[in-house]
Every structure is written in structure tokens, then in C-alpha cells.
């Protein structure tokens, strides 16, 4: 299982766009990245995934560079409300594939 | 928006006493999950399942047991409840897409006293 490294904590204010990077150095080929978001006692939701180069959805962007060995999960304009804890994590769907969440980055927005 | 459940919600119980955690989904997932989670910490995966009849132990050791008789239901027991046990416990399924995106519930907070 390929093992994540991101900062344990970041803080932002509202309006602006944050960026979280995440490194992946062991990354394998078959490996997928994803990024999860939790709030306080509720389960983590699946926020964006990617494979390689640019991802984006309704809520975030996923910049992977070519050698897959890093991640970097952009919010564009925070909130109060993005204030949580968010998760990278890298693996498939081979055989006994299993998650590890790790500790996260803790994103505190402020006014 | 995902369809999976958890119940009770919140659950405050005595040393001793045998309780189960129900988690249900109505996406038709293969793969379900359980991870323990304590406040401001990180989760651990306790158990999983593959499929129906399909069960493995995760990466924390758990004095808990699950089982998975019907494919959408992945129940938790503890046969003896200890304030060791309060926690959070959190249910996940997943399906066969890439990577297996991990759905969960609102998760259950259980208190032994």
C-alpha cells in the first residue's frame, strides 16, 4: 500500500483558494488518488479522484504531475463551512486492496 | 447522494452488556467496511467484507465480530461492552468502480460506562 505523506494542519481565510499537497512517493501503476473530506463526527465523503494530470468537479481540481509521485487537491474560494479534515489517499481495486487514512490535513477557515 | 445507514445513532450502555451496531446500504456494494475512529484522531480499519459469507479482520485489533449473511447488511457485535470500547465506529461500502470510492454512514457513537 502505497504510504502518504500531507501537512497536518493548513489555515486559510474565506474567499481565498487553499491547496493541499500530498506526497505518494511509492505510488504503483494501477494506483488511483483520492481525496476525502470529514467534518466533525460524521463519516469522511468522497470529495474528487484522479489518475493523472487534471481533474475537476463541482468543488475541487486534482493536479497530478506526470510522475504520479505527488497530489496537490485545490478548493477554489473557501468557507467557513470547508473547515474539516481532509484526507489523501492512493490505491486500486487489485485483490485485498485495503484504505489507510492516515491523519489528514486539518483546514481551519477564518473570517 | 450515498444510501447507507447506520443505527443506533448514539448509544450509551453498561461494562458488560452485549450490544450490535446495524449497518445497512441499498447500492448493492460488494465490499463493506468498519473503521473505529476516537475524536480528533485518525480512522482505523477494524473489519471488512468482500462479499456475502466473506469477512477479515483490519488493521486495528478489535474484540468485536461482524457478519455478512446478506449482502447489503454488515452488522458489529461486541459480546461485552467495556469503556475501552467507547468510541466512534464508522460504516463504509464500496462498489466495483476504480478504486473503490468508499460511501459512509453517519457512524455510531457508543459509550460504556
Known amino acids: 500500500l502505497a504510504k502518504t505523506t500531507q501537512p497536518i494542519s493548513m489555515d486559510s481565510y474565506e474567499g481565498q483558494e487553499v491547496n493541499i499537497t500530498c506526497s505518494h512517493n511509492?505510488?504503483?501503476?494501477?494506483?488511483?488518488i483520492t481525496w476525502y473530506q470529514q467534518f466533525p463526527s460524521q463519516g469522511p465523503r468522497f470529495i474528487i479522484q484522479?489518475?493523472?494530470t487534471k481533474v475537476t468537479n463541482e468543488v475541487a481540481s486534482l493536479f497530478i504531475p506526470a510522475d504520479r509521485k505527488s497530489s496537490t487537491l485545490s478548493l477554489p474560494r473557501v468557507s467557513l463551512s470547508d473547515t474539516a479534515v481532509y484526507y489523501c489517499?492512493?490505491?486500486?481495486?487489485?485483490?485485498?486492496?485495503?484504505?489507510?487514512f492516515g491523519t489528514g490535513t486539518r483546514l481551519k477557515v477564518l473570517a | 447522494e450515498a444510501d447507507i445507514y447506520q443505527t443506533p445513532r448514539y448509544l450509551v450502555i453498561g461494562t458488560g452488556k452485549k450490544i450490535t451496531l446495524e449497518c445497512s446500504q441499498t447500492?448493492?456494494?460488494?465490499?463493506m467496511y468498519w473503521y473505529q475512529q476516537d475524536p480528533g484522531m485518525e480512522l482505523h480499519l477494524i473489519h471488512y467484507?468482500?462479499?456475502?459469507?466473506?469477512?477479515e479482520k483490519g488493521d486495528l485489533s478489535s474484540e468485536s465480530t461482524v457478519s455478512r449473511i446478506r449482502t447489503e447488511h454488515f452488522p458489529l457485535t461486541l459480546e461485552s461492552a467495556r469503556p475501552s470500547h467507547t468510541s466512534q465506529y464508522l460504516c463504509?461500502?464500496?462498489?466495483?468502480?476504480?478504486?473503490?470510492?468508499?460511501?459512509f454512514g453517519p457512524g455510531t457513537r457508543l459509550t460504556v460506562l
Open positions: 463504509a461500502s464500496s462498489g466495483d468502480r476504480e478504486a473503490d470510492t468508499q460511501y
Open positions: 511509492n505510488i504503483a501503476t494501477n494506483d488511483y
Open positions: 489517499l492512493v490505491g486500486s481495486t487489485s485483490g485485498t486492496y485495503k484504505y489507510i
Open positions: 484522479g489518475y493523472k
Open positions: 447500492m448493492g456494494h460488494d465490499k
Open positions: 467484507s468482500y462479499g456475502v459469507n466473506s469477512t
